[in-house]
Each structure stands twice: as C-alpha cells, then as structure tokens.
C-alpha cells in the first residue's frame, strides 16, 4: 500500500528564518504529489502539485517554492518565513491506478513566531 | 467554477443517531467525489468516494447519497458512534494526469454518549 512519510512532525521557526519541509512516497511510482496548507479549524488550500520530476505547479502565488528532485521525494521551502506561513502542512500523493483518490501523510505542524 | 460547498460547519449528534453532511458544487466536469475524514493533528484519510454514474454507495455505516441533477452530494452516517467524533471533509475532482482535488470546508462532527 502506498504511505506518505513527512518530517519534521512539529517545527517552530522565527520570522524570516527558511524552511524546508520534506515529503517521500513508499508503495507506488512516478505519483502526482500535492502540498497542501490547512490553517487551524479550516479547510485544505492546494498549494502545489506535482505530476514528475522537476514538474511542479503552484497553485497561489505566495512566499513557498516547492520542488521534486527524485520521483517519490517532493519538498516544500521558504527563503524567508512570514507569520502568515504557519499551518498544518499536508504531502499527499495520487497513485495512477487509483484515479483521484489521493492518500496523505500525517503533516507538520508549522508554528511562525 | 471549482467551489464545493460544505454544510453544516458543525454537528452535533446522540450516539445510534444519523449524521448527514451536505455538499454542492458548481463544475460539471467533476467526476469523482470523495470523503475524508481527519482526526485532530492527524492527516485526512478517505472514508468513501462515488462517481457519478451511480446515486448511491454504501460501505458499512457510511453511505454517499448522489444527485448529478442538482449537483449535490452528501454523507450519511448511520449508528454514528463516539469513535466517529472527527471533521469531515467533501471533495470533487476531474480526471486526467493532473487531477487535482477541491475540498469543501469542513464539518467537525462530534457524537455525545
């Protein structure tokens, strides 16, 4: 079965610190990868996705990047963090046979101070 | 338009009682619709999903009852449980390589004894 292995679980950064979030998939190959953000009692808001290698879409325009240097890794980064980058930071993956139905992993909690 | 809205925001139901979440959407191309359910501090994981060639589907007490007509769909939870206390989420997408996932908003359920 295909898991979605994200670090670190909880990360507290000071404003205008960089970040890098990291997301890796065990269990299937070349998956569509997607970060999402989800702020406190909200929904998921896509931020970008991913249907390969060095193929990456963002969704809003905002202070993250995102890239995919291998084909079951994909991270999330910020040059400079603001207040308004904290959340619940979600990797999730999409298996081709498994058309639409994405599976997630367990998140980071981001915490801007 | 690729909106999915979600009601109520929260619930609250008596243990052996029927929770029902209710989801619209405006795009007709959306082909698949799927539930997910989040525990708090934990990702979501996918309860349930139809397509729109069948109205109904049931998998143990959960069924997704489905109206292509008015473009509605919704969640039933039937014998709900305290176990089932968790926010539910209602998603639609389209097909294809870049398959992307809109979520409705959320509704925090929470079944007293």
């Known amino acids: 079965s295909q898991t979605i292995h994200q670090w670190p679980a909880t990360l507290v950064q000071p404003v205008g610190s960089p970040l890098s979030l990291e997301c890796t998939v065990e269990?299937?190959?070349?998956?569509?990868l997607y970060w999402y953000r989800q702020a406190a009692g909200r929904g998921l808001q896509l931020l970008f996705y991913s249907i390969g290698i060095d193929q990456i879409s963002s969704e809003v325009p905002q202070n993250l990047s995102a890239s995919r240097p291998q084909d079951r890794q994909f991270i999330l980064s910020s040059k400079k963090l603001l207040l308004s980058d904290s959340g619940f930071y979600l990797c999730a993956g999409l298996a081709g046979q498994f058309w639409g139905e994405q599976f997630f992993g367990p998140g980071t909690r981001l915490t801007v101070l | 338009q690729q909106q999915v809205k979600q009601s109520p925001q929260s619930l609250i139901v008596q243990k052996g009682g029927i929770s029902i979440i209710n989801c619209a959407y405006e795009?007709?191309?959306?082909?698949?619709f799927p539930w997910y359910q989040q525990f708090p501090g934990k990702g979501p994981a996918l309860l349930i999903a139809?397509?729109?060639?069948?109205s109904e589907k049931k998998e143990g007490r959960f069924t997704i009852s489905f109206n292509k007509s008015a473009k509605q769909f919704s969640l039933h939870i039937m014998d709900s449980q305290p176990g089932d206390s968790a926010t539910y989420f209602c998603?639609?997408?389209?097909?294809?390589?870049?398959?992307?996932?809109?979520f409705g908003t959320g509704t925090r359920l929470q079944v007293t004894l």
């Open positions: 998603a639609a997408s389209t097909t294809g390589t870049a398959s992307k996932l809109t």
């Open positions: 139809i397509r729109p060639d069948v």
């Open positions: 269990g299937t190959s070349n998956p569509n």
């Open positions: 795009n007709t191309a959306f082909d698949y």
